[in-house]
């Protein structure tokens, strides 16, 4: 099925994690116009795009996912994960985050990425967030909480 969207979406994943930067970008671009309404789509072109240094690129692929799937938190995480890394993104990463738990306030991704851009202007908060995040079933969640929950316990 080379013609699938699928296919050449999971050709360039597989040519992404390859290291296989040009030809990944060529099967996403196409997986793209095949499905111009994938977020899947858009996370792996921004990966690409930050492993290429085009921080910039990847702000409106990320952007746009946000936007087509609001309901959805791995493009929320992924774009405050990418305002996190920049010097004084936290509080558009605050704004990002705060959207998407209000839509899923049980999510501990969510709550450990916005535990991370709380950390520096309000540790109350942050910890209670830090808290509920290292009830995670996923082991790099619940270890990068408990690290920052024992940070925050020693201000």
């Known amino acids: 099925m080379p013609q699938s969207a699928d296919a050449i979406y999971l050709h360039g994943i597989s040519l992404l994690m390859a290291g296989k930067n040009e030809e ?10 095949r ?19 085009d921080d ?5 692929l990320l952007e746009e ?19 996190l890394s920049r010097p004084g993104g936290a509080a558009a ?3 990002v985050l705060a959207k998407a738990l209000a839509r899923h306030p049980d999510d501990l991704g969510v709550h450990l990425n916005l535990a991370l851009a709380l950390a520096d202007s309000d540790a109350s908060k942050a910890l209670t967030h830090a808290r509920r995040a290292q009830a995670s079933t996923e082991r790099q969640v619940r270890e990068q909480a408990a690290r920052l929950v024992a ?4 201000r």
Do not use: F, I, M, W
């Open 24 to 33: 990944a970008e060529r099967n996403l671009r196409q997986a793209l116009e």
């Open 35 to 53: 499905v111009p309404g994938s977020t899947d789509v858009r996370l792996a072109l921004a990966k690409l795009r930050r492993r290429q240094g």
């Open 56 to 60: 910039a690129g990847a702000q409106r």
């Open 65 to 83: 996912a946000v936007k087509l799937a609001p309901d959805e938190v791995g493009p929320a995480n992924d774009l405050a994960v990418l305002h």
């Open 93 to 95: 990463a605050r704004a």
């Open 151 to 154: 940070a925050l316990s020693s």
